[in-house]
């Protein structure tokens, strides 16, 4: 039976979990008549998804508005369909001219500033924006490409946190509505 229980779970979400069932597990655990999250992680992505409870549902959207801060693992010279690791491969580029990883770190400082300051995203096809009541992911499983208008966010702070060339991890500070596998392809262009 559904308990009142109000506040918010810090909820450390592993991959492979979709926000929503990261939502369905802490409610049920709970006991919890109301339950919601303050943003959608990608299901692969890990972090804190935080999840309010009872009346604390009524202060979702005050956490779905806050800035976000995100910690990403960047592979440069590999384009695929989703964005992320786990899609399909589109395109692959060298990255052989980029000899060593002072050489990225000199290329990446003179690129990321460029990216700091609000600038306009397209959200990805994979994404769980919705267009007449459906998730764009459904769409683009489908095979079917929507139209999709730019977005204005902001990027507060990009930094880099270690280089591994090809891979790249950076701490970005961002609005809401980022995404960050946009942003990586973007640099990555």
């Given at each position: 039976?559904?308990?009142?229980?109000?506040?918010?779970?810090?909820?450390?979400?592993?991959?492979?979990?979709?926000?929503?069932?990261?939502?369905?597990?802490?409610?049920?655990?709970?006991?919890a008549e109301k339950a919601g999250?303050?943003?959608?992680?990608?299901?692969?992505?890990?972090?804190?998804?935080?999840?309010?409870?009872?009346?604390?549902?009524?202060?979702?959207?005050?956490?779905?508005?806050?800035?976000?801060?995100?910690?990403?693992?960047?592979?440069?010279?590999?384009?695929?369909?989703?964005?992320?690791?786990?899609?399909?491969?589109?395109?692959?580029?060298?990255?052989?001219?980029?000899?060593?990883?002072l050489m990225a770190k000199t290329?990446?400082?003179?690129?990321?500033?460029?990216?700091?300051?609000?600038?306009?995203?397209?959200?990805?096809?994979?994404?769980?924006?919705?267009?007449?009541?459906?998730?764009?992911?459904?769409?683009?499983?489908?095979?079917?490409?929507?139209?999709?208008?730019?977005?204005?966010?902001?990027?507060?702070?990009?930094?880099?946190?270690?280089?591994?060339?090809?891979?790249?991890?950076?701490?970005?500070?961002?609005?809401?509505?980022?995404?960050?596998?946009?942003?990586?392809?973007?640099?990555?262009?």
């Amino acid at each position: 039976m559904a308990q009142r229980i109000d506040g918010v779970v810090l909820l450390d979400k592993p991959n492979g979990m979709s926000s929503q069932s990261a939502v369905t597990a802490v409610k049920r655990h709970f006991q919890a008549e109301k339950a919601g999250h303050t943003g959608t992680l990608d299901p692969m992505a890990t972090g804190l998804l935080p999840i309010c409870l009872g009346e604390a549902t009524k202060y979702s959207q005050d956490l779905l508005d806050a800035d976000k801060t995100y910690i990403a693992t960047v592979r440069f010279g590999i384009e695929t369909d989703t964005g992320d690791a786990e899609g399909q491969v589109l395109s692959e580029r060298s990255t052989a001219e980029v000899v060593d990883n002072l050489m990225a770190k000199t290329l990446l400082e003179a690129i990321l500033p460029k990216f700091i300051g609000e600038i306009e995203q397209i959200p990805p096809m994979f994404s769980a924006l919705k267009r007449d009541g459906k998730p764009l992911y459904e769409y683009a499983r489908s095979g079917v490409e929507i139209e999709r208008e730019p977005r204005k966010i902001t990027i507060y702070s990009i930094r880099l946190v270690a280089i591994h060339w090809p891979h790249v991890e950076i701490e970005v500070h961002c609005s809401k509505g980022t995404y960050i596998r946009v942003l990586a392809q973007d640099i990555g262009n």
